[in-house]
């Protein structure tokens, strides 16, 4: 199944809008079974949204790191 996309390389530029809330927003619209793709480079936002995906059920498939930049894939359980 093709992941939802959300680019938050430039979320601290964001004013009024966290980062953990769009991410929020976005796991909500999944279905069951579907995955999104999470991309950051703060390293807080990568403890937040792992930490927040434990306590709503949520599955950490992936997680891969380049300089810079972390990638998560959630994927929100089937059922």
């Known amino acids: ?7 938050l390389t ?11 809330g769009r991410v929020r927003r976005a796991y909500a619209t999944l279905a069951p079974g579907q995955c999104l793709e999470v991309v950051t480079g703060v390293a807080e936002h990568v403890f937040g949204i792992q930490a927040w995906s434990r306590r709503v059920g949520g599955e950490l498939t992936e997680e891969s790191r ?14």
Do not use: F, K, Q, V
């Open 10 to 20: 430039s979320a601290e530029d964001d004013c009024g809008d966290s980062a953990l």
């Open 66 to 79: 380049e300089p810079g930049r972390t990638r998560l894939l959630l994927r929100r359980p089937a059922g």
């Open 1 to 7: 199944m093709e992941p939802g996309h959300l680019d």
